[in-house]
Nanobody
Framework: QVQLLESGGGLVQAGGSLRLSCSAS????????MGWYRQCPGKQRELVAR???????NYADSVKGRFTISRDNAKNTVYLQMNSLKPEDTGVYYC?????????WGQGTQVTVSS
């Protein structure tokens, strides 16, 4: 059974920073990529950032230059450093693990950015 444990969400003022973490545990066969998605109020879930390797990352246009994704393969952990946060970044952030057999989702962590 694979579990994804997210942490780091919370309330922050506009311009502030937060760091999200997601650790995967259990029997994982072949991690292809890990990433973060978010669902903002009234919108569909969208990709925020994804990392397949240190040289293979992609970001949503809205977060480029502000967010940085990184990964610790030894710990099966992915991080999302979020700087210069804006109120429109408010939403539930979900961790996703793309494995060779199937994909896994975390339970989500709330990020609220006040203006």
């Amino acid at each position: 059974q694979v579990q994804l444990l997210e942490s780091g969400g919370g309330l922050v003022q506009a311009g502030g920073s937060l760091r999200l973490s997601c650790s995967a545990s259990g029997s994982i066969f072949g991690i292809n990529a890990m990433g973060w998605y978010r669902q903002c109020p009234g919108k569909q879930r969208e990709l925020v950032a994804r990392i397949a390797s240190i040289t293979r990352t992609n970001y949503a246009d809205s977060v480029k230059g502000r967010f940085t994704i990184s990964r610790d393969n030894a710990k099966n952990t992915v991080y999302l450093q979020m700087n210069s946060l804006k109120p429109e970044d408010t939403g539930v952030y979900y961790c996703k693990l793309d494995a060779s057999r199937r994909d896994y989702w975390g339970q989500g962590t709330q990020v609220t950015v006040s203006s």
